[in-house]
């Protein structure tokens, strides 16, 4: 351990004020001393300086080693440090809240084709642009509703940008100040401690400028996008009126003040953007940041072994002794730690075989099933045994591969995957001679499903993607032979079978599959692939029926959001708000 003298200080100097108590720790000792002495009582005063007996070099080694004590802790509790050491550091920008005027205003044109195309489509360059953070947006007319709470999708808030209209709204009407209330709860309900505002109106009052003022009280900015213009245009309201809506920008910048923001008008690029800000997340002076950083290494543990032993004087008088013994016995007296199979402490027999597992079938789908069985073998399981019998079939070895399946089905009776995989190496071994592998009418050799990394599901693959329709079940792979019923046309020396003993294979091959494939649908374990596979013709017929009237089911964002809103405004009226 190097010590650097230069780089020497302390991370929490203010504990050396302990150090303080020294005085006050030797004074009560002495006071102690002098009042507790046993001669007090027998010997007068002006006599006491005289006494021969012995023992004051030990009172007086005592109270050294309390104070030394002591001073090792303060020390040790200032922490001392000389070096310094990486710090995994991390970021939380602060969320944004969107909050959108959705009043009859929007509809006016004075920015072509009209407000509302233009602020959907500066939503959406938003949206894209932003660099991370979560984003929320809320519209509002009357009152102000959650179109999507906080997330780091935006592309989910995207989806909602075009059925956002002043039709999906309750009632019109425009109270800025209810969408700022509104987002700044979000913002609570997600545990920001800051986030910003991005309000696109085109005008606000007194109230509007009170509640940012309040948002930035509990450290939350706002920021206003002006939609429109000075010149403003001529709209219809609510209640059918023609009136004009212009770009108030005098309140719209009192807003932004009140809410610490900034302010800035709707532009044709993103330029408004970039001057508000909200391209890129904020982060305040508490947030952590991303990368490594350099902190100092409190080094004051290593004054805690000297302190540990100085204590044990108030215990033992030869405590020191003891300790130093100990310490001396230790490596004699301490086991010989048991490894694992692996060469290490912690590692568990059940996770040695399951990354043997890993490794088998990971060499299994390269096609070196040498490698794959040189993993499998010696796991004494039932996907250890499955799994090697799979890799001893590949390679053309049908008794070996029989013999781990059996063994596998001794561990689980019924494995709906060895059981399958068993019939067709051994329908496979009577076909062909043993000194070749074997190949089917197709070209293909059998067996077997692809191998199971067995964890709490024997024979079932994590990995094998889902089946289509006519696909094989997971023990019968396309090709594979199969256990003919008719054991005249598996003679072990014919190596071409005839057509019709073919087809009665294909059609058992069939068979078992159904039948696999309902073991697993009563397992719960089965695709929607495997499920239309295993369906008679009416029950296709019906889900065809289904799945046609749901895509006729027409995809209007618009209506969910307005029936949601719709729900939302009686709920509040209900509750008086």
Same mark, same amino acid.
């Given at each position: 351990?190097?010590?650097?003298?230069?780089?020497?200080?302390?991370?929490?100097?203010?504990?050396?004020?302990?150090?303080?108590?020294?005085?006050?720790?030797?004074?009560?000792?002495?006071?102690?001393?002098?009042?507790?002495?046993?001669?007090?009582?027998?010997?007068?005063?002006?006599? =006491?300086?005289?006494?021969?007996?012995?023992?004051?070099?030990?009172?007086?080694?005592?109270?050294?080693?309390? =104070?030394?004590?002591?001073?090792?802790?303060?020390?040790?509790?200032?922490?001392?440090?000389?070096?310094?050491?990486?710090?995994?550091?991390?970021?939380?920008?602060?969320?944004?809240?969107?909050?959108?005027?959705l009043s009859s205003r929007v509809t006016a044109t004075d920015l072509p084709p009209s407000r509302l195309l233009q602020a959907r489509a500066k939503l959406a360059a938003l949206l894209r642009e932003r660099k991370g953070g979560e984003v929320a947006l809320l519209v509002y007319a009357d009152d102000a509703y959650t179109v999507a709470p906080l997330t780091a999708d935006t592309a989910n808030v995207a989806l909602y940008l075009d059925a956002l209209g002043p039709d999906v709204m309750p009632r019109d009407g425009q109270h800025a100040e209810r969408a700022l209330d509104a987002a700044v709860l979000l913002l609570q309900q997600s545990g920001a401690r800051s986030g910003d505002i991005l309000l696109l109106t085109d005008r606000a009052d007194a109230a509007a400028s009170s509640a940012a003022t309040a948002a930035r009280r509990q450290g939350v900015t706002v920021s206003v996008l002006g939609v429109g213009t000075p010149t403003g245009a001529a709209y219809r309201s609510g209640d059918g009126q023609i009136a004009q809506a212009r770009l108030d920008e005098a309140s719209l910048r009192a807003v932004a003040s009140a809410g610490g923001g900034q302010y800035a008008r709707m532009a044709n690029d993103d330029g408004d953007l970039r001057a508000l800000g909200v391209l890129t997340p904020k982060t305040s002076m508490d947030d952590r940041r991303d990368g490594n950083g350099m902190a100092w290494r409190d080094e004051g543990f290593w004054l805690l072994p000297p302190l540990m032993l100085l204590s044990l004087w108030a215990f033992r008088r030869?405590?020191?002794? !003891?300790?130093? !013994?100990?310490?001396?016995?230790?490596?004699?007296?301490?086991?010989?730690?048991?490894?694992?199979?692996?060469?290490?402490?912690?590692?568990?027999?059940?996770?040695?075989?399951?990354?043997?597992?890993?490794?088998? !079938?990971?060499?299994?789908?390269?096609?070196?099933?040498?490698?794959?069985?040189?993993?499998?073998d010696g796991i004494d399981s039932d996907a250890g045994w499955y799994n090697l019998g799979n890799a001893l079939a590949r390679q053309g070895q049908y008794d070996a591969a029989i013999e781990a399946y059996d063994k596998a089905l001794r561990k689980t009776p019924g494995m709906p995957d060895a059981v399958a995989n068993r019939a067709a190496v051994d329908a496979a071994r009577k076909r062909k001679p043993p000194s070749a592998p074997p190949k089917d009418g197709q070209g293909k050799q059998p067996p077997t499903s692809p191998p199971s990394q067995g964890q709490g599901q024997p024979g079932k693959d994590a990995g094998q993607p889902p089946k289509q329709p006519g696909q094989q079940s997971p023990g019968q792979p396309p090709g594979t032979p199969t256990q003919g019923k008719d054991k005249d046309t598996q003679g072990a020396g014919n190596p071409d079978p005839n057509p019709a003993a073919q087809a009665q294979a294909d059609a058992a091959q069939r068979q078992q599959m159904q039948q696999a494939l309902q073991r697993q649908g009563k397992d719960g374990k089965d695709?929607?692939?495997?499920?239309?596979?295993?369906?008679?013709?009416?029950?296709?017929?019906?889900?065809?029926?289904?799945?046609?009237?749901?895509?006729?089911?027409?995809?209007?964002?618009?209506?969910?959001?307005?029936?949601?809103?719709?729900?939302?405004?009686?709920?509040r009226k209900r509750e008086g708000r």
């Amino acid at each position: 351990m190097n010590i650097d003298w230069n780089a020497l200080h302390l991370v929490r100097p203010q504990a050396l004020w302990l150090l303080l108590a020294l005085p006050l720790i030797a004074a009560l000792w002495y006071w102690r001393r002098r009042r507790g002495s046993a001669w007090h009582s027998a010997v007068d005063a002006h006599l =006491l300086r005289h006494l021969l007996v012995a023992g004051g070099q030990r009172a007086w080694g005592g109270v050294i080693a309390l =104070l030394l004590g002591w001073t090792l802790a303060v020390v040790a509790l200032a922490g001392p440090s000389w070096r310094q050491v990486a710090q995994p550091l991390w970021q939380s920008p602060a969320p944004l809240v969107v909050a959108l005027d959705l009043s009859s205003r929007v509809t006016a044109t004075d920015l072509p084709p009209s407000r509302l195309l233009q602020a959907r489509a500066k939503l959406a360059a938003l949206l894209r642009e932003r660099k991370g953070g979560e984003v929320a947006l809320l519209v509002y007319a009357d009152d102000a509703y959650t179109v999507a709470p906080l997330t780091a999708d935006t592309a989910n808030v995207a989806l909602y940008l075009d059925a956002l209209g002043p039709d999906v709204m309750p009632r019109d009407g425009q109270h800025a100040e209810r969408a700022l209330d509104a987002a700044v709860l979000l913002l609570q309900q997600s545990g920001a401690r800051s986030g910003d505002i991005l309000l696109l109106t085109d005008r606000a009052d007194a109230a509007a400028s009170s509640a940012a003022t309040a948002a930035r009280r509990q450290g939350v900015t706002v920021s206003v996008l002006g939609v429109g213009t000075p010149t403003g245009a001529a709209y219809r309201s609510g209640d059918g009126q023609i009136a004009q809506a212009r770009l108030d920008e005098a309140s719209l910048r009192a807003v932004a003040s009140a809410g610490g923001g900034q302010y800035a008008r709707m532009a044709n690029d993103d330029g408004d953007l970039r001057a508000l800000g909200v391209l890129t997340p904020k982060t305040s002076m508490d947030d952590r940041r991303d990368g490594n950083g350099m902190a100092w290494r409190d080094e004051g543990f290593w004054l805690l072994p000297p302190l540990m032993l100085l204590s044990l004087w108030a215990f033992r008088r030869r405590g020191l002794a !003891v300790v130093l !013994v100990a310490c001396l016995a230790a490596p004699l007296a301490l086991p010989t730690p048991a490894y694992a199979a692996e060469g290490t402490w912690w590692t568990r027999a059940d996770q040695v075989d399951q990354q043997a597992l890993a490794a088998g !079938v990971e060499a299994y789908r390269q096609g070196d099933f040498k490698a794959a069985q040189a993993q499998f073998d010696g796991i004494d399981s039932d996907a250890g045994w499955y799994n090697l019998g799979n890799a001893l079939a590949r390679q053309g070895q049908y008794d070996a591969a029989i013999e781990a399946y059996d063994k596998a089905l001794r561990k689980t009776p019924g494995m709906p995957d060895a059981v399958a995989n068993r019939a067709a190496v051994d329908a496979a071994r009577k076909r062909k001679p043993p000194s070749a592998p074997p190949k089917d009418g197709q070209g293909k050799q059998p067996p077997t499903s692809p191998p199971s990394q067995g964890q709490g599901q024997p024979g079932k693959d994590a990995g094998q993607p889902p089946k289509q329709p006519g696909q094989q079940s997971p023990g019968q792979p396309p090709g594979t032979p199969t256990q003919g019923k008719d054991k005249d046309t598996q003679g072990a020396g014919n190596p071409d079978p005839n057509p019709a003993a073919q087809a009665q294979a294909d059609a058992a091959q069939r068979q078992q599959m159904q039948q696999a494939l309902q073991r697993q649908g009563k397992d719960g374990k089965d695709t929607p692939a495997q499920r239309q596979a295993a369906e008679t013709p009416q029950q296709r017929e019906q889900r065809q029926a289904v799945e046609a009237w749901m895509r006729r089911v027409p995809d209007d964002p618009g209506s969910l959001l307005r029936a949601k809103f719709q729900l939302e405004n009686e709920r509040r009226k209900r509750e008086g708000r």
